[in-house]
């Protein structure tokens, strides 16, 4: 994202016109997929931030395959500290 913020206004403007000529239900889905993404990104982040035994211990207790701490990449070690983490039970919608 080399863009200056005054570059990427068109882009931006042309943007939110071809958003606003989308039906509303198209729009939802749009912003379903992106809300998610976001989501995901924000996980990967806080899981990038975390030492390796946080991460493995993180990973542990989500059932998540051990050879997923592999694929996110190393944190810079200036930058390393334990996440807050807060463990909540999730019910599956329905329940």
């Not at 206004?9 to 889905?29: H, R, T, Y």
């Not at 807060?86 to 599956?92: F, G, P, Q």
């Amino acid at each position: 994202m080399s863009q200056t913020p005054n570059s990427a206004a068109p882009k931006v403007q042309e943007f939110l016109q071809w958003f606003a000529a989308l039906e509303s239900d198209e729009q939802d889905v749009l912003m379903t997929l992106i809300y998610r993404e976001k989501k995901v990104r924000d996980v990967v982040r806080s899981l990038g931030g975390m030492g390796l035994e946080q991460r493995r211990e993180v990973f542990e207790r989500l059932g998540l395959p051990a050879d997923l701490v592999s694929r996110i990449p190393a944190p810079d070690p200036a930058t390393l500290t334990d996440a807050e983490v807060e463990w909540v039970d999730w019910k599956a919608p329905g329940n």
